[in-house]
């Protein structure tokens, strides 16, 4: 059975710091993985995916994330944070095509003036 | 084009209730996926209609149901109510194109408050 962790439930960073968010995922086949954020009171938004190639992909708004097979993790970075940023992050694996995620707890970032 | 759209955003109903959330998919779009967000037991997968059949079910209690019309809309239902299943509901449509990633796309959710 798959599962996702994500350590930190809530990250406080100062604006302009880099920001990393960790996620290790377990699986006993070949996932894909996918970083959502979810702003207060909206759905969930993709921010990004790996599907397969280049273990490093980036998003359009400076979020990028490196998938590391030996370590199982995929861990999502930003070089500088905004306060736009602060959002809930959730970290996600999926078996098929994107269907029928299993999400990890969430990651609350916040960032400061 | 017009996004995921759930009805009602907010809902309150009381213990033994039952209650029907609806989810109408990006036109064109024919998989419709439901999840389960609490603060607790975090996102979780509750299943996934296709072509107004359920492909997929997550680990959840007969009271849970759906269903999914001819024009994909989709509806859930709980039956016999309980406090635990306040939650965020949210639903997630994606085009199904076989054998190629296909975008998940989300709704706002529905907030179900059960007193």
């Known amino acids: 059975a798959q599962s996702v962790t994500q350590l930190d439930s809530q990250v406080p960073v100062f604006e302009e710091a880099p920001v990393e968010l960790r996620c290790n995922y377990s699986?006993?086949?070949?996932?894909?993985l996918f970083w959502y954020v979810q702003y207060p009171n909206q759905g969930l938004q993709l921010l990004l995916k790996y599907l397969s190639g280049s273990t490093l992909v980036e998003s359009i708004n400076g979020f990028e994330a490196e998938f590391n097979k030996s370590q199982t993790s995929f861990h999502l970075r930003k070089p500088s944070v905004h306060i736009s940023d602060t959002a809930e992050y959730f970290c996600?694996?999926?078996?098929?095509?994107?269907?029928?995620?299993?999400f990890g707890p969430g990651t609350r970032l916040s960032v400061l003036p | 084009k017009a996004g995921v759209t759930q009805t009602p955003r907010y809902l309150i109903k009381t213990r033994g209730q039952q209650v029907t959330l609806s989810c109408s998919p990006i036109s064109g779009h024919r998989s419709v996926s439901w999840y389960q967000q609490t603060p607790g037991q975090g996102l979780q997968f509750l299943f996934e209609y296709f072509s107004e059949t359920q492909r997929n079910k997550g680990n959840f209690p007969g009271r849970f149901s759906g269903r999914q019309f001819s024009n994909s809309r989709s509806e859930m239902n709980v039956s016999t109510l309980e406090l635990g299943d306040s939650a965020l509901y949210l639903c997630?449509?994606?085009?199904?194109?076989?054998?190629?990633?296909?975008?998940?796309?989300f709704g706002p959710g529905t907030r179900l408050t059960v007193l």
């Open positions: 699986s006993s086949v070949s996932v894909y």
């Open positions: 997630a449509s994606s085009l199904q194109i076989a054998e190629k990633y296909n975008e998940q796309f």
């Open positions: 996600a694996v999926s078996e098929g095509y994107g269907q029928n995620f299993v």
